[in-house]
């Protein structure tokens, strides 16, 4: 067996894994670990590995790929604390199923039933995937932090663990070098740092042939480089918030691997990584909300490795960025959540960020990413009270895209009330010839509008043109960012549609103005009426001229925020409210059981023409010491029901 070879304290640093603040952090993944010893180890069958081909699901197989994941990093994290016989007896059970499991693929990712119409693995050619890659990087760091105790109580598992990863994983990433996450055939995604910084901490840990370790070693350090090369030097992610955390967070912690390997970023390399490091934080719109584009949550978890966040913060000199990931040190849950990848555990566990003070996010006031198009203003700066609003630019084949060229998404007192419904339930079609048919994805279901009966269509041809922003300083005069959507439409003859946003932070107002102009001597006859969509959270109700939105989150009853009042000219549209109930479980825990859209229909389609809406928070009704019994609240919120005003 080689040294190992991944930093972090394994089982021989007893002073670590005996602190009290290690022991007080990992108390709900011990008691969980104790009660599920002994008891079965969750199933992986082949039937729910098939259906994703049969039905197009595939919860079934995953979930209990990542439960099995869960309870070996629970298993392996007691063992740690505490390395007697029968918690390590658990770890290696949970080992050696992993290594008897007939593909660590994903089924969803698997070419099987492509190439040779199998609805099962194709155990000689293996497919490397993020779910290969999480199981040789979770076998690695057992590997690693358990090496002694396993030799000792069962010899031959690491023997076992580095066969089947070098077969399925180390091997396949050598010799064949035209996976397509590589960049072979299409851009550089999330997949590219996550795969290859998971087979980097397999080869460090596993390879013992040091010339083939290094040879590895530098191939990732390649594929690291070229991942930072491909990103925008402003350091916007076209995937967003939810994907940062598994695309450029994962190069950030490769970069970690590969520095301890002995290689360090390049010049250029660390000037992309100090620019997305500021990428989180500029994306908050307080407490767990974020500004969500393409297939991202705008209610992600909380439980990311901030750790890496606040490391390289601290390292290329970002005081907010640095701010930010501290401020989760003091959120409710403590330190550690079992959710977590055991590297990114240990990593939470071990690091020094441990020790920085938890305050309170910065919440800046202006943040603009213009290779991307995304554009984000606040009116309080520092503070989650007030208004806050996004533009979206961009085009319409970007990573884990959406049809939105030109959204807008709009906050108040931190939380958004004009929303992007965001991320659903993965699925066949999710990623297959009908993704754009989901209603989560189509542009008549994000805050853009329909031209003459013109949905906005999916393609990198299909994007925005001309965006720009005026960021006054000190956030005294309006704030306003520009964006002609005409190249995001079909529409003959359609010159420019500009989409004006203006933040007023002094009176908390937002004005989105659209102008437009068709060619002299436009007669196309409109496939359709324009219509403006607006997606609202909450209860909305709708009066001619206005539409009010109120949506308090259960962490929010406390200090409830205001509602939103949409108000535009009842002569120039007619207005509907389209409600939408909601049975998808990540929809659902986001949002609740229902989504309501604003449907603004124009009544007449001139050759030029303007159009504005404006939100502003509506005045706090006058607090009563007690309500009347007419008053008083019923146990649920009534439904709203489709209406329409004319």
Known sequence: MTAASLPGPDVTDRRFWTSGRVTEALAPTLATAAAERGTPWPQVLASQYARFFRDGDRTAYESRVAERHARLTRATLAALLDPRDEQVDEVVDGVLLLCEQSTWCWAAHDDAYERLG???????????????????AQLAWIDHLLGPVLDERAPGTRERVRHEVRGRVLRPFTERRDWWWLGVGQPLMNWSPWIQGNVLAANLALEDDPVRRWAT????????????????????????????????????????????????????????????????????????????????????????????????????????????????????????????SLPRAVGLLAAPWTDAPAGE??????????????????????????????????????????????????????????????????????????????????????????????????????????????????GVEPWHARVDLAGAYRVAGLEHWWRDVELDAGTETAVVEDSWSFAPGDTGAPAGPTTWHWLLAGDVTLTPGEARARFVPDDHRTHPPRTLSLTWDPDVVHAALDLRELDDPELVAVWGRRLTRLRLTARAEPRTGTFSVTMRPTPRPARRTAPRPADRPTDRPTEPRPQEVA
Request: proline share 9%; glycine share 12%; net charge negative.
């Open 217 to 340: 070693t530098a191939l990732v350090a390649d594929g690291i480089a070229a991942y930072w090369a491909s990103l925008p030097a402003d350091g916007g992610v076209d995937e967003g918030y939810h994907y940062w955390w598994q695309g450029a967070a994962r190069a950030l912690e490769a970069q970690d691997l590969l520095a301890f390997a002995g290689v360090g970023p390049a010049p250029e390399a660390l000037e992309r990584i100090r620019s997305t490091v500021a990428f989180p934080h500029s994306m908050h719109l307080g407490g767990d909300w974020y500004v969500n584009v393409a297939d991202g949550p705008a209610r992600p978890p909380a439980t990311w490795p901030w750790n890496v966040v606040h490391a390289w913060a601290v390292r290329t000199g970002d005081a907010a960025a640095a701010q930010h990931a501290a401020s989760y040190r003091g959120r409710p849950g403590g330190l550690f959540d079992e959710r977590a």
């Open 361 to 474: 996010p910065p919440l800046v006031g202006r943040a603009t990413f213009p290779a991307t198009g995304v554009a984000v203003a606040r009116s309080a700066p520092g503070s989650t009270s007030g208004i806050a609003v996004t533009l979206k630019g961009g085009h319409n084949a970007e990573n884990h895209n959406h049809v939105d060229v030109g959204s807008v998404v709009v906050a108040l007192d931190g939380v958004p009330l004009v929303v992007d419904a965001g991320k659903p339930t993965y699925r066949a079609g999710t990623f297959g010839p009908g993704r754009y048919d989901l209603w989560t994805l189509r542009g008549d279901w994000h805050n853009v509008p329909r031209v003459r009966g013109v949905e906005q269509p999916p393609g990198p041809e299909y994007a925005a043109r001309g965006f720009a922003v005026t960021s006054p300083e000190g």
């Open 118 to 136: 199998r609805v099962t693995p194709a155990v000689t050619e293996p497919y490397l995937d993020l779910g290969a890659g999480e199981v040789a």
